[in-house]
C-alpha cells in the first residue's frame, strides 16, 4: 500500500500548511480560530468541522505519489483508494464514507484477481452518487482473471442505477450479467448512464477465443443504442453490429470496421451528433456488388446535417474521405484525418477545393505532403487556387508533414497572414489561434524558430490575445 501524503501528525501539520491554500474559503471561514496549521496537534484535528477534514482528506488523497498499478484499486482522479484514511477512527470512517461521497465517485481496476473482488464490494457499498467505473482486463487473461472479472461485474450491479460512465476493455467472451444490466438500465424511467467506452477482442495472443460469441455482442449493441440518457458511445469489437445508432447520441467513436454506406445508414437518426470519430473505413461493403459499368455512378445522398466535427484514424484514402463527406452532406466545422498512406500534393488540393469544407474552423491532415503550393494556397488570401480564400473561418490548424523543399519564407508568410488581419485589407475576420506544423529538425530555421517564440510569448504576455504556434519533428 502506498504511503499518504500524511503519515503522521509532524507531516500532516506541514501537509496543512502546504494546502491551507487550496482549502476553499468558505470551508476555511468554519475553521475555530485557535486552529493553526502549524501547530495542529491530536486535540486541534479532532476539532475540525467534519466539512474541513473532509476537503482536507481529499486535498491529502489527491498529493499522493505513486504508480496506480501499485494500488489494488484506485480512481482517476485519486491514485490510491481511501480505505486507509477510513481506518483512522471512527469519526474518520464516518468523514470519510459518509460524507466525502467524491472519494466513491469512481473505480479503477487494472488486470483484476481476486483482490480486487472484496474491496470492490466495499467500494460499492459507499457509493451515494453518480458513478464512474473502469475495468481493464489484461492481453492474455486467464481463467482466475475472467472468474475475478464476473465476480467484479456482479458487485457493479448493485449499483447499476447509478452507472454515469462505463469503461470496459476486455478479451474473449461478453459477461452476460453485464446484458441484464444495459437491459435494465434501457427500461428504467430516468437512467444516469451517458458515456459507455466497450472494447472486446476475440482474439488473445492472435488465436480465436472460442468463448467468443456474436450474439452477446449484436444485444449489447442494439440495448445501448435504446438507453435514452446515453450520449457518448466508444465501441471496439472485430465487427460493427447492424442496427443504427441512438437518435440522442452526441458523440461516436468506432474503432471497429465499418463502410461508408453502413456508417452512413447507422447514423440517419442521429441529428445531434456533434462528433464523429472513425478509425477503420472503408470504401464499399463486402456484401455489396457494384458493377464495373456503374462504378462511377453516385449513390444518394444520406445527410446527417448535424454532425460539425469528424475525426479518422488511419484513413485507406482520400476517395473515401471525400465520398464520406460528400454523401452526408454534413456542415463541417472540425476535420481532423490521419491518414494510413501519405496524401499526396494533387489529393489534399481536391481536398481544399472542397466547397463541403468552406465553414471549416478547425482542420488538420497529417501524413500529407505539404508542398509551397499549399501553403500559398492557405494565405490569407489565397495566392494560388480558385478561391479567394480558403477557410475563411479557420483557426485552429494542423499540418503533419511539409517537404524537404518548403520555403521556410512562404511558411511564415502563411502563418503571419492567418495570425495577423492587416487594417484595410478584405480578408475574412477569422484569425488563426492555434497552429501545428510538421517540419524535419533541420528544417527549422533561425527566423522559423524567432518567429515560433515571439508568438508564444506575445500570447503569454498580452492578455486575451491568445496564440500558439508549434514546429514538431513528424
Known sequence: MPTLAFPNFSSFSSFLKSV???????????????????????????????????EICVLALAETKTEPSRSPVFSEEFPVAPFAVSHVC??????????????WSSITITHPNQCHVFRTKVWMSYVQGPLKISLNQSDSPSDE????????IQSFLSRVDLWQTIVLHMRGQFPSPLLGALDRLRRAPNPLLSTVELSFLSFVNGREDPRWAVLPCFAAWDTLQNIPSLTNLSWRTAFTPGPRFGALLLRVELHSPISIEDLLDKL??????LNLEIHDLS??????????????????PLPIISLPALLMRQAADWMTVKKFITLSECRLYELMIEFAVPLSEAELINCLEMPELRWVHRF?????????????????????????????????LWLGRCRADVDPAILLRMLGSRFWTIQGT?????????????????????????????????????KGWNRNLTFFDR
Open 145 to 152: 482473471e475472467h472468474q475475478a472479472t464476473i465476480e467484479i
Open 90 to 103: 471512527r469519526r474518520w470512517r464516518y468523514v470519510v464514507t459518509e460524507g466525502t461521497p467524491r472519494l
Open 364 to 396: 488538420g491532415m497529417h501524413n500529407v505532403e505539404v508542398t509551397n503550393k499549399i501553403l500559398l494556397m492557405l494565405h490569407r488570401p489565397a495566392q494560388q487556387g480558385v478561391q479567394t480564400c480558403y477557410f475563411e473561418h479557420l483557426i485552429f
Open 20 to 54: 491551507q491554500h487550496t482549502i476553499p474559503k468558505p470551508l476555511a471561514a468554519v475553521a475555530p480560530s485557535y486552529f493553526n496549521p502549524g501547530q495542529c496537534g491530536v486535540d486541534a484535528i479532532n476539532r475540525l468541522p467534519d466539512e474541513l477534514l473532509s
Open 426 to 462: 478584405c480578408v475574412p475576420p477569422a484569425e488563426l489561434e492555434s497552429a501545428r506544423i510538421g517540419v524535419d529538425a533541420d528544417m527549422v530555421t533561425v527566423d522559423m524558430a524567432e518567429y515560433e517564440r515571439v508568438i508564444n510569448t506575445c500570447s503569454a504576455r498580452i
Open 283 to 300: 470504401r464499399l461493403s463486402d456484401t455489396v456488388t457494384v458493377l464495373p459499368d456503374h462504378e462511377d455512378i453516385p449513390m444518394d
Open 268 to 273: 440517419i437518426y442521429c441529428y445531434n451528433l
